[in-house]
């Protein structure tokens, strides 16, 4: 069992760039597949981008694409998402998500997951 704490949220101009953490607990992180989503106010919770075990295989949402980058340091038992040229759309509570898994296939709904953490709230003003 994994326990995830996401951090780095806050608030930042049209244009400007945040980067979040996951910190996970426990032994097996370099297991889990883990995964980014968001939720904005009064909307579904969206799937943002995932990485599998080693960070060697990654995928993103059509609409952070080029935009965003996920990354890992098994080492640190932390996922990073390195969000750039952010946009008000990207306003929304950001959640990390992981599930003990080798798989490379593109895990985009959030019932894929066992795990989460609490979320982070990301404002981007126009």
């Known amino acids: 069992q994994v326990q995830l704490v996401e951090s780095g949220g806050g608030l930042v101009q049209a244009g400007g760039s945040l980067r979040l953490s996951c910190a996970a607990s426990?032994?097996?992180?370099?297991?889990?597949?883990m995964g980014w989503f968001r939720q904005a106010q009064g909307k579904e919770r969206e799937f943002v981008a995932a990485i599998n075990w080693s960070g060697g295989w990654t995928y993103y949402a059509d609409s952070v694409k080029a935009r965003f980058t996920i990354s890992r340091d098994n080492a640190k038992n932390t996922v990073y998402l390195q969000m750039n040229s952010l946009k008000p759309e990207d306003t929304a509570v950001y959640y990390c998500a992981g599930r003990q898994s080798f798989s490379i296939s593109s895990s985009v709904n959030a019932w894929e997951y066992d795990y989460w953490g609490q979320g982070t709230q990301v404002t981007v003003s126009s």
């Open positions: 426990g032994r097996s992180f370099s297991r889990y597949y």
